[in-house]
């Protein structure tokens, strides 16, 4: 069982020096009413916390360390560059070898803009969007989270023919009403809103793979149904794939369901884990993009060096490489053996997993959207999650987001994993 003192003490000194504790709300443990871990390192598909305890980690930073921890030619890139500078504020050649390998696995990207996080890709594409359009309304769907985008920080109105209302405090209620918010995987709700606002509808904007409330994957009706009516009347569809892009599959969800959005956002898949994110789409909208076209938009240190350069390393071996029928066996693998030992306990269990992405729910049926997801059951997840921890397993800390796997959760890795479920599971 690990002891986390030390972990302990950081978290009480960082609450007295950042909101909370913590720099990105999930990381304060809230969902599982714990203590967040606090790590000094990482190789291959472990983490190593502060007070030496070793986990095998089920994040990956949020999905980009597709290939492990520290992967030595990401290292070698990142140390290389270092060497030479770590930020220019200028153009490099990074960029482009960054941007042609991205073009080389989403054809549907024919030019592309490097930013800095994926809050600032979907962000920039809703601004390109209404731009290029000449509309001013968005339709999104509960549960896709787009990162902390006034546009798109908003919640389902009374019904799902109402304008949005803001999810957070410094949400101005007038830009609110420029957002529409619908029920994920619901196509006869998304068609009476879209029927509602289409002359002034500038985009739809949605997660194909949803990872931020838990693992849910838009149906292929529902995706079609989007870009159907969103070709059919002059809409962009913008397809978010912060987080699938590059983790489902090379092409990212739009390759799996074999659909073309106008824009993609992307993340920090792309700079190999460091801080980076990009949005693109085809030459004819990109080009609406200053200094080419009147749409401004721009980051002083976005495709930075340091981030190309892991990004590079990543992608040159994703490319090569392609893994992500082998990262799919791994998911099932594990996730197949647990449901057996939940089952023999009695408990609800469902799981998904597509490429290195997957997701697991204490429920009997797979959800197919977030209020389906916000009613599985609390208590089991909590109880599981914190025994994990204790045991050496890090899983996402929290019910509504997905978990990643890399190509070093081996064989022996994944058993050690589930002898440690087995532990877990004799505590229910």
Not at 74 to 101: C, D
Not at 150 to 175: C, R, Y
Not at 243 to 272: C, H, W
């Amino acid at each position: 069982m690990n002891n986390i003192e030390e972990s302990i003490r950081l978290f009480i000194e960082a609450k007295q020096l950042m909101p909370g504790g913590v720099n990105s709300p999930v990381r304060a443990f809230k969902n599982i009413k714990g203590n967040p871990i606090f790590f000094k390192s990482a190789k291959g598909p472990y983490l190593t916390d502060v007070d030496n305890n070793r986990y095998v980690d089920y994040i990956g930073s949020w999905g980009p360390m597709i290939m492990g921890h520290s992967h030595p030619k990401i290292v070698e890139a990142i140390k290389k560059q270092v060497e030479v500078g770590t930020s220019y504020g200028a153009p490099t050649g990074l960029e482009s070898n960054v941007a042609k390998l991205i073009k080389k696995a989403l054809p549907s990207i024919e030019k592309i803009r490097m930013v800095n996080s994926g809050t600032e890709a979907t962000m920039s594409a809703i601004r390109l969007a209404r731009g290029f359009t000449g509309k001013e309304k968005i339709i999104k769907f509960d549960g896709c989270y787009h990162g902390h985008v006034d546009s798109l920080l908003i919640k389902a109105g009374s019904g799902v023919s109402t304008f949005g209302l803001p999810d957070s405090p410094g949400v101005p209620e007038d830009l609110a009403k420029l957002t529409y918010s619908v029920p994920y995987n619901d196509i006869d709700a998304f068609v009476k809103v879209f029927n509602n606002i289409k002359d002034d509808l500038a985009a739809v904007i949605v997660e194909p793979i949803a990872g931020n409330m838990g693992f849910v994957p838009g149906s292929h009706q529902f995706l079609e149904t989007l870009r159907s009516l969103s070709s059919q009347n002059g809409s962009l569809l913008i397809f978010d794939e912060v987080m699938s892009g590059f983790r489902v599959s090379l092409g990212g969800a739009q390759e799996v369901y074999n659909i073309k959005p106008d824009l993609t956002a992307l993340g920090k898949v792309i700079g190999g884990g460091l801080p980076v994110g990009a949005f693109g789409g085809s030459k004819e909208i990109m080009d609406y993009l200053a200094p080419e076209g009147p749409v401004y938009q721009a980051g002083t240190l976005s495709g930075n060096p340091l981030a190309m350069s892991a990004g590079s390393a990543l992608l040159e071996i994703l490319l090569s490489q392609n893994p992500y029928n082998d990262l799919e066996k791994k998911s099932e693998y594990l996730l197949k053996n647990m449901l057996s030992m939940m089952e023999s306990k009695g408990i609800p269990f469902s799981y998904d997993q597509i490429g290195g992405m997957f997701g697991f729910f204490f429920a009997e049926r797979l959800p197919k959207n977030f209020n389906e997801v916000a009613s599985t059951n609390d208590e089991i997840f909590i109880k599981f999650l914190t025994q994990c921890l204790l045991e050496g397993i890090y899983f996402a800390p929290s019910k509504f987001e997905a978990g990643f796997i890399s190509s070093t959760h081996n064989e022996d890795v994944l058993d050690e994993t589930l002898s440690k479920v087995k532990k877990v599971m004799e505590k229910f």
